[in-house]
Nanobody
Framework: QVELVESGGGLVQAGGSLRLSCAAS????????LGWYRQAPGKQRDLVAA???????DYADSVKGRFTISRDNDKDTVYLQMNTLKPEDTAVYYC???????????????WGQGAQVTVSS
């Protein structure tokens, strides 16, 4: 059974930093593409950062230069380092994993339980 467990959320003042972690189990982690999404109250869930199995990364314009996504395939964990946080970064952050099981089954999406990040002004 595939499971994603997040940790590292919390309350921080504007300009501060937080690091989110997401540990996976029950999957061949190194083969999977990973991402971090966030959802603020009353808004849709949006992609914040993504990293492929090969290590290529992509970021939403709003976090470029401030957030860094990384992965440790030995620990089956993906990270999101968030620096220079702003009040508008306040949201629940979800890690996402895409497991490609081939053409017959397709790609399966898995989600972490969510981590609250609150940035005070």
């Amino acid at each position: 059974q595939v499971e994603l467990v997040e940790s590292g959320g919390g309350l921080v003042q504007a300009g501060g930093s937080l690091r989110l972690s997401c540990a996976a189990s029950g999957t061949i982690f190194s083969r999977n593409d990973l991402g971090w999404y966030r959802q603020a109250p009353g808004k849709q869930r949006d992609l914040v950062a993504a990293i492929t199995s090969g290590g290529s990364t992509d970021y939403a314009d709003s976090v470029k230069g401030r957030f860094t996504i990384s992965r440790d395939n030995d620990k089956d964990t993906v990270y999101l380092q968030m620096n220079t946080l702003k009040p508008e970064d306040t949201a629940v952050y979800y890690c996402n994993m895409k497991e490609d099981l081939g053409l017959r089954i397709g790609v399966l999406d898995y989600w972490g339980q969510g981590a609250q990040v609150t940035v005070s002004s």
